[in-house]
């Protein structure tokens, strides 16, 4: 158990919807990552929290957004779905953000876009 | 930009057999680098890192060494064992002097399976 928590595990949804995925990170971490898993794109960094604010953006599009809010808690809000967002979106945290800290992943929620 | 170039899979082993994953890299600052492995249904957990050149990072028996004149992470295991089947990925992350995102670049990870 990484002390990263994801919820939910699980979403099926259909195309042109909206959902919204949330990540608690590890006491104590104050940056928050969010990442996407699929077939055919790998593991792609999407977005980086670091204490409330927006650090980095990686291949995120703009249908997709995030927070992180003041008790460090994080949202990854996924619009106008395609079937192509269908995928497992993981969510990590670390101490700062610095690239020599670990990165700690939770369990992941998987997205199956109907 | 960044990119991971990871020996591609899958990679079948008989249990005690000796293991080899080949992992490139590119950079343009000097990365910290990692292996990350993830177990079906179960998020990423780091493997072993390595920040420097020459740095070699080892965890449960399994070894990698930071070869910046090769730029590559190979990791490597003496003797895998049925319960390291499994994904592994190979990931950079740009270090503290280069000024940019710390996010993690992935390869495009390998699948092993060991078979008793």
């Known amino acids: 158990d990484s002390g990263v928590t994801q919820t939910p595990k699980h979403l099926i949804t259909a195309t042109g919807q909206r959902v919204t995925l949330r990540c608690s990170p590890r006491?104590?971490?104050?940056?928050v990552y969010w990442y996407q898993q699929s077939l055919d794109q790998g593991l792609q960094f999407l977005i980086q929290?670091?204490?409330?604010?927006?650090?980095a953006k990686g291949n995120i599009l703009e249908r997709f957004s995030a927070q992180q809010f003041p008790d460090l808690h994080s949202e990854l809000n996924l619009s106008s779905l395609e079937l192509g967002d269908s995928a497992l979106y993981f969510c990590a945290s670390s101490v700062a953000a610095g690239g020599i800290y670990e990165q700690y992943f939770g369990p992941g929620t998987r997205l199956t876009v109907t | 930009g960044d990119s991971v170039t990871q020996m591609e899979g899958p990679v079948t082993l008989s249990e005690e057999a000796f293991l080899t994953i080949n992992c490139t890299y590119t950079a343009t600052g000097y990365p910290s680098l990692f292996w990350y492995v993830q177990y079906p249904g179960e998020g990423l957990q780091l493997l072993l890192k390595?920040?420097?050149?020459?740095d070699k990072g080892s965890n449960k028996g399994f070894e990698a060494t930071y070869r910046k004149e090769t730029t590559s992470f190979h990791l490597e295991k003496g003797s895998v064992q049925v319960s390291d089947s499994a994904v592994y990925f190979c990931a950079l992350s740009e270090g503290i002097s280069s000024g940019s995102a710390r996010q993690l670049t992935f390869g495009s990870g390998t699948q092993l399976t060991v078979l008793p």
């Open positions: 929290y670091y204490n409330g604010e927006e650090r």
């Open positions: 006491s104590g971490d104050l940056s």
């Open positions: 390595a920040t420097k050149a020459d």
